[in-house]
């Protein structure tokens, strides 16, 4: 059985930090392109950031410079450290897991307020 599960998420004022991890289980996970992808009220899901399973890395124009995705073969996890948050990253970010299949966490709230 398949599972991802998302953590880390939580309440932040503008301009902290914080980091996401995305524990996978049930797939070989070296093998899979990780991603963060995160949506917001009302709006429809939208990618964050993406790693290979060779440790290339893509992100949205919105979150250049600021977040980061990392992966560690050796734990099975992928992490998404987030800087300088904005307000209009609230959303529930999500953890996807890609190869032949494409597998999702239940995504964990980041609430930015100050």
């Known amino acids: 059985q398949v599972q991802l599960v998302e953590s880390g998420g939580g309440l932040v004022q503008p301009g902290g930090s914080l980091r996401l991890s995305c524990a996978a289980s049930?797939?070989?996970?070296?093998?899979?392109?990780m991603g963060w992808y995160r949506q917001a009220p009302g709006t429809r899901r939208e990618l964050v950031a993406t790693?290979?399973?060779?440790?290339?890395?893509n992100y949205a124009d919105s979150v250049k410079g600021r977040f980061t995705i990392s992966r560690d073969n050796a734990k099975n996890t992928v992490y998404l450290q987030i800087n300088s948050v904005k307000l209009e990253d609230t959303a529930v970010y999500y953890c996807?897991?890609?190869?032949?299949?494409?597998?999702w966490g239940q995504g964990t709230q980041v609430t930015v307020s100050s």
């Open positions: 996807n897991a890609e190869k032949v299949s494409d597998y």
């Open positions: 049930g797939i070989a996970f070296r093998l899979y392109v």
């Open positions: 790693i290979t399973s060779g440790g290339s890395t």
